[in-house]
Structure formats: structure tokens, C-alpha cells
């Protein structure tokens, strides 16, 4: 399984950006589908998440500027990213959680995001 995320660039602080992920398989009915983001010198983090029944979950961090979704036709994941503050540079991941198969997740391979002050 393969997920090509794309999207990243420099962006203003302020602005926004939408982040892309294909999947190489259907996304119809996996257990989950995030993003996760990695800045400089911290951990990979979880940012947006969003269930097989359509509940999400933001950290506060980015509740109320960043939306998941996905096009289970088009086997994408998206991350609508507005309002970005310096403090979201960072690479972002795209993640699939195909559990009880195992392995449990796949990775995108990382885009990344910087926004100027």
C-alpha cells in the first residue's frame, strides 16, 4: 500500500493550504484516516483524525482551523488548513488504519509546510 501525500509549500501566516493524500487501495472501510505533523526537533504528532463513522478529533492546537475529510472515490485523504500560524511549519503525514489487518497503518512519505511571519 502506497499514499502520496502532496500540497506543502510556503504559505504566509494567516493563509491556508489543502493537503492531499492518494492511497493505493479503498479507503471505504478502514478504521481511520489522519494526519500527523513532525516540526523540527519534536515528535510526530497526531493533528486531525477522523473515524469509520465520521467522528473527527483535533488537539486544541489546531481545533477550528484544520479539516479532514476524504473522497472514498477518489481514495484521497485531505487536510483544509486555514488561519496557519508560523508555529504549523512542520512535515505533515498522512496515515491509514487498516486494523484488524495486519500491519495495522500505513505512512505517507511526508510534505512538508512553512509559514513565514
Known amino acids: 500500500v502506497q499514499l502520496q501525500a502532496s500540497g506543502g509549500g510556503v504559505v504566509q501566516a494567516g493563509g491556508s493550504l489543502r493537503l492531499s493524500c492518494v492511497v493505493s487501495?479503498?479507503?471505504?472501510?478502514?478504521?481511520?484516516l489522519a494526519w500527523y505533523r513532525q516540526a523540527p526537533g519534536k515528535r510526530r504528532g497526531l493533528i486531525a483524525h477522523i473515524d469509520s463513522g465520521g467522528g473527527t478529533y483535533y488537539p486544541g492546537s489546531v481545533k477550528g482551523r484544520f479539516t479532514i475529510s476524504s473522497d472514498n472515490a477518489r481514495n484521497t485523504i485531505y487536510l483544509q488548513m486555514n488561519g496557519l500560524k508560523p508555529e504549523d511549519t512542520a512535515v505533515y503525514y498522512c496515515?491509514?488504519?487498516?486494523?484488524?489487518?495486519?500491519?495495522?497503518?500505513?505512512w505517507g512519505q511526508g510534505t512538508l509546510v512553512t509559514v513565514s511571519s
Open positions: 496515515n491509514v488504519d487498516v486494523r484488524p489487518r495486519y500491519p495495522y497503518d500505513y
Open positions: 487501495m479503498s479507503i471505504s472501510n478502514v478504521a481511520a
